[in-house]
């Protein structure tokens, strides 16, 4: 599938809807909260495939692994937003944490769904988690994201 194939929240807010998050926008977050682990696999791909030496994180000017900086950050993005939602639904539901993996974090949030599709929080929800997603695929997959673009501009 390609990056222009996937939806996104493009401004839409749900506005005097009942639960906070309308049925299509639950939809979308569903099937984005599915797509992430997959995305963050495919960023552990890029991640080793530096740019240039200007990309390696090192703290030092010793010769250290080359990593695609934008590629760290996005995964780290995308475990910090799914932590941080799951933490919400662990103190508002008083369930079991899930492990701090990207996979189980998703499954924990598609669980979870419903609940968090109501609360007074869920547009945000829904907002960190396309935009954490469209940042990740735009470095995971950097030409797709060109073309879209493109598409969207025109000409």
């Known amino acids: 599938?390609?990056?222009?194939?996937?939806?996104?929240?493009?401004g839409h807010l749900c506005v005097e809807t009942d639960p906070a998050l309308c049925l299509p926008c639950q939809e979308r977050l569903d099937r984005q909260l599915a797509l992430l682990p997959r995305v963050y696999g495919e960023l552990e791909v890029v991640l080793v495939a530096a740019q240039d030496p200007g990309d390696r994180l090192s703290g030092t000017d010793?010769?250290?692994i080359p990593l695609n900086g934008p590629a760290v950050e996005a995964r780290a993005a995308i475990r910090?937003?799914?932590?941080?939602w799951a933490d919400?639904?662990?103190?508002?539901?008083?369930?079991?944490?899930?492990?701090?993996?990207?996979?189980a974090l998703a499954a924990f949030l598609r669980r979870h769904l419903g609940?968090?599709?109501?609360?007074?929080?869920?547009?945000?929800?829904?907002?960190?988690?396309?935009?954490?997603l469209r940042h990740a695929l735009t470095v995971a997959?950097?030409?797709?994201?060109?073309?879209?673009?493109?598409?969207?501009?025109?000409?």
Not at 88 to 103: A, K, N, Q, Y
Not at 115 to 132: G, N
């Open 80 to 84: 910090d937003t799914l932590a941080s």
């Open 141 to 155: 997959r950097p030409q797709q994201a060109l073309m879209a673009m493109a598409v969207s501009v025109g000409p």
């Open 115 to 132: 609940w968090l599709a109501v609360h007074p929080a869920a547009d945000d929800a829904a907002t960190d988690i396309d935009t954490v």
């Open 88 to 103: 919400l639904i662990v103190e508002g539901r008083t369930v079991r944490l899930p492990l701090r993996t990207v996979p």
């Open 1 to 10: 599938m390609e990056v222009q194939d996937y939806e996104f929240r493009t």
């Open 62 to 64: 010793r010769p250290g």
